[in-house]
Nanobody, 116 residues
Framework: QVHLVESGGGLVQAGGSLRLSCAASGSISRIRPMGWYRQSPGKQRELVASIGIVGSTNYADSVKGRFTISRDNAKNTVYLQMNSLKPEDTAVYYC??????????WGQGTQVTVSS
């Protein structure tokens, strides 16, 4: 079993920055792909950014150039640096880890609210 704990969400004004962290613990025997998703009321959960085993990254078009995903393998932690935040970035942000076999583990989510 894998346990993911997100932190770093909060309230920020438009144009501001936040850094989310996600610490993974439990049955992790090797580095696995991880990602950040977000979901706002009435919308489907969407991929924000992902990072692969060797550090390759992928971003949603809406956050390219503003968000940066990174990982510290020694700490089993993935980060999401969010700059130039916009009101439309307001959502609950979830961390995800893809296990061997393809199943996904999810964190409990952290609220990000961007005021205009």
């Amino acid at each position: 079993q894998v346990h993911l704990v997100e932190s770093g969400g909060g309230l920020v004004q438009a144009g501001g920055s936040l850094r989310l962290s996600c610490a993974a613990s439990g049955s992790i025997s090797r580095i696995r792909p991880m990602g950040w998703y977000r979901q706002s009321p009435g919308k489907q959960r969407e991929l924000v950014a992902s990072i692969g085993i060797v550090g390759s990254t992928n971003y949603a078009d809406s956050v390219k150039g503003r968000f940066t995903i990174s990982r510290d393998n020694a700490k089993n932690t993935v980060y999401l640096q969010m700059n130039s935040l916009k009101p439309e970035d307001t959502a609950v942000y979830y961390c995800s880890l893809t296990a061997i076999g393809g199943s996904n583990y999810w964190g409990q989510g952290t609220q990000v609210t961007v005021s205009s």
